[in-house]
């Protein structure tokens, strides 16, 4: 991991230097840098990559996930998303089968997700890094707090923005974007992991989201323009 941290320069960077001046982003950050020193093997490289891929002005559509993948040379600073010499995780297999379910899009040939980020897809973890080989190793240190602020930056902006919450997790972000009023499309389902993606309550295998976000998006003036739309997403 690159430290110190890379504040990306887009329209995100104000909220990010006012957590990393706070003594939350501090002790987070001083954090990162003991365990850095002691030799832990930190993922992903760039903490900070979805918001330097994909500025609030370009965002159209936000995906939440909970915490980067903690195996060798899966995390790349993309929620669910992995670099493309890397197997699809169960999870991202399960959202590019519900795609192909609801969109009729084939399985791509690789499971990053940078076309998405680019295209204006916010894949933001609610936890930024994590330590090899162990799950939720950087929950409730810091990265929480800024990643709220983001969360209710992208809300209280008035442009018209698709939130995809999957899991309980997830869901739990609903207070932030409802109270900023903005009428964004809030869509929630279970996570889509194995373990949850064909149970009650609201099975992700069949929930429609992307049919969902892209008609509404497209009624807003808001669905991607065509130079910049991926051949499959």
Known sequence: MKLPLDIPDTDWRPVVEAWAASPVG??????????????????????????????????RVVILGQDPYHGPGQAEGLSFSVPEDVPFPPSLRNIFKEIQRDLGKPFPPTGSLVRWAEGGTLLLNAVLTVENGKAASHANRGWEQLTDALIKAAAEDPAPKVFMLWGSYA??????????????????ANHPSP??????????????????????LEERGRGRPAASRPQRD
């Open 26 to 59: 501090q002790k987070l950050q001083a954090y990162l840098a003991e365990r850095d020193a002691t030799g832990a093997t930190i993922y992903p490289p760039e903490p900070l990559r979805a918001l330097k891929l994909t500025p609030l002005a370009n965002t």
């Open 171 to 188: 869901q739990a972000k609903a207070p932030l974007i409802e109270a900023a009023g903005q009428g964004h499309l809030v869509l929630k």
């Open 195 to 216: 373990l949850s993606a064909l149970k009650p309550p609201r099975p992700f295998i069949g929930c429609g989201h992307f049919s969902t976000a892209k008609a509404w």
